[in-house]
T-cell receptor, first 107, second 113 residues
């Protein structure tokens, strides 16, 4: 069965610390992968996608096909990074969202 | 552009009542989606549409119906609401179903008592 796993429900760090939000997927073929973010009182929005190979707000995500992982990383967390983060592989016309990881960045 | 809008923002229903949630987008997107968001469950896809006049089932379609009579609108109906349908409902749209970004609405908080 196709599945995406975000093992941490909550990740708490201090400002300036490195952050890694884990995402593992179980899919046939080679899905396209996305990270979406939901800041407090804001809409869910795209953070980054694998196909673009981009860095957004200092975040990057590396696809490891061998480990079937797409972890989200940032070297120095900021307080404004506090939000809910969802990993979302793409599967035939639709995204399948993970259960999300809440990132709390303390001052 | 308003983007994706949802009506209503909040609603309280009694068990057995019916209601329709409206999603509208002004971006001329082909694809539209309805999700529900529950604590610890993430977002789960209820139904989606790949174009005007089409609908398809998602991960959790039971108890819901949808219609896409106009390209810009996607309606989600609850025929007989149950407490298990208490949730926050999000609508989204995208230009294409492949690698394009999904744009989300602000959500509708529904409570069924």
């Amino acid at each position: 069965a196709q599945r995406v796993t975000q093992p941490e429900k909550l990740l708490s760090v201090f400002k300036g610390a490195p952050v890694e939000l884990k995402c593992n997927y179980s899919y046939s073929g080679s899905p396209e992968l996305f990270w979406y973010v939901q800041y407090s009182r804001q809409r869910l929005q795209l953070l980054l996608r694998h196909i673009s190979r981009e860095s957004i707000k200092g975040f990057t995500a590396d696809l490891n096909k061998g480990e079937t992982s797409f972890h989200l990383k940032k070297p120095f967390a900021q307080e404004e990074d506090s939000a809910m983060y969802y990993c979302a592989p793409h599967n035939t016309d639709k995204l399948i969202f993970g259960t999300g990881t809440r990132l709390q960045v303390f001052p | 552009n308003a983007g994706v809008t949802q009506t209503p923002k909040f609603r309280v229903l009694k068990t057995g009542q019916s209601m329709t949630l409206l999603c509208a987008q002004d971006m001329n997107h082909e694809y539209m989606y309805w999700y529900r968001q529950d604590p610890g469950m993430g977002l789960r896809l209820i139904h989606y549409s790949v174009g005007e006049g089409t609908t398809a089932k998602g991960e959790v379609p039971d108890g819901y119906n949808v219609s896409r009579l106009k390209k810009q609108n996607f309606l989600l109906g609850l025929e007989s609401a149950a407490p298990s349908q208490t949730s926050v409902y999000f609508c989204a749209s995208s230009y294409d179903g492949d690698f394009y970004e999904q744009y989300f609405g602000p959500g509708t908080r529904l409570t069924v008592t």
